[in-house]
């Protein structure tokens, strides 16, 4: 067999992006173990001559519980809201052919052209007028409604990569659209789902304009406006800070660790081959 020369340039390479990737990790989670005088006076770099987990505990007694909750309630809803509503509308995207209903949709992924900070105004407007202003429902309706274009085109493409051929077996069996929907489409769109799971999941964990308008009480308060706490007039804690982030980044991590791979197909457009 012949023997394969070693690529000393990927590996390189692979070592310098290790490097840019892992030093801000190994920065921020070496900060979070810190007190705030031996961080000031040490410098980002340096390890911990101290070990401790006071910053950790400070984040809990700050609220951070609350918050946490508040965000895991908003997230759950806004993906419950997007899988319940976007794989029936990509399926009749999909299987219509009908001329309004490409109408229909390329008005729905107008959407995409429109930004969030564009109709901030109108929307607390309307978000008062309805009475839910400085309430979860009034974050999560706004949240769910920016996140649906995306989503549906995603799981429209995961969608035509489904062969006509098995629509044609199911609807020669004598399934109706329903059965065909549930026992054929979803089951494989399972990576388009999980893509439109993370990304909603994303956008409703790391939200921050619409939770800043729209609520104002600490009992509606979100993760990403009690990283303001850390902040105060005469300077930023920030082990204090950065231990608040890595709480607040875990379970979106894991959500990501689980669906990773069906991430990445989904976005690539082959879930359903």
Known sequence: MRKTRPNFLAGFGSL??????????YVMLVATFQSRPDYAAN??????????LDNYLGVLDSGFAQYFLNTLVVTGCVVGIVLLLVPPLAYTIVRSRGRATGTVFRLFLLGLAIPSQAVIVPMF???????LYDSLIGVILPTAAFAMP?????????????????YEAMTVDGASPRRVFFQLVL?????????????????????FLFPLVLTQS???????????????????????????????MLPILLVYLFARRSLVQGLMGVGGK
């Open 187 to 207: 089951p494989l769109s399972r990576s388009g789902l999980s893509t439109i799971v993370v990304f909603s999941a994303l956008q409703a964990w790391n939200g």
């Open 16 to 25: 310098v992006w290790l490097l840019v990737v892992g030093l801000p990790l």
């Open 218 to 248: 600490a009992e509606t308060k979100v993760i990403t406006l009690g990283l303001y706490e850390f902040q105060t007039e005469h300077g930023v804690d920030t082990p204090g800070l950065l231990a608040a982030v890595v709480l607040s």
């Open 150 to 166: 995306v989503s549906t085109l995603i799981l429209s493409g995961v969608m035509r990569d489904i062969t006509p051929d098995l």
């Open 43 to 52: 410098g980002p770099l340096a390890p911990p001559g101290r070990f401790t």
């Open 125 to 131: 407007f309307v978000i008062s007028e309805a009475g």
